[in-house]
């Protein structure tokens, strides 16, 4: 048989955002869609955002991660990439569920986009609402 390598599939979601996430042992390369993390993500902000979960869990260079995302925007989808590592990681090694909790890592966020209202701020303003 052939050398098998082991793959751990996660899931991650934020907002309208879905990240199907890879993890293989390996030297620490990120690609999403194809493309470099850094070309994905500029920002170093949310860069650092995604990465929390193999800090704190110290295993930056060990892994090599794989992510489809789709939908929504770069804050979401980076939300959700962080959510799909942390599951991830989870499968990996149990243990580790003791460091990303407490750091907020393992939940959902559930906050949505408001609907969008009646009643737009302009026919509040010329009294258009009420009808007359």
Do not use: W
């Not at 789709?70 to 599951?87: D, S, V």
């Not at 407490?102 to 939940?107: H, I, L, N, Q, R």
């Amino acid at each position: 048989m052939a050398n098998k390598k082991v793959q751990y599939l996660a899931t991650g979601r934020r907002k309208s955002a879905v990240a199907r996430v890879v993890l293989e042992a390996g030297k620490g390369t990120i690609t999403i869609n194809g493309r470099s993390f850094e070309d994905y993500i500029p920002s170093p902000s949310v860069r650092l955002d995604v990465l929390q979960p193999l800090e704190l869990t110290e295993s930056t260079e060990k892994f090599d991660i794989s992510v489809n995302v789709n939908g929504g925007g770069i804050t979401g989808q980076a939300g959700a990439i962080r959510l799909g590592i942390t599951r991830a990681l989870m499968l990996v090694n149990p243990d580790y569920r003791a460091s990303l909790k407490p750091a907020g890592m393992c939940t959902r966020d559930p906050r949505q986009k408001e609907r969008k209202k009646y009643f737009s701020p302009r026919k509040v303003a010329l009294g258009k609402h009420i009808g007359g």
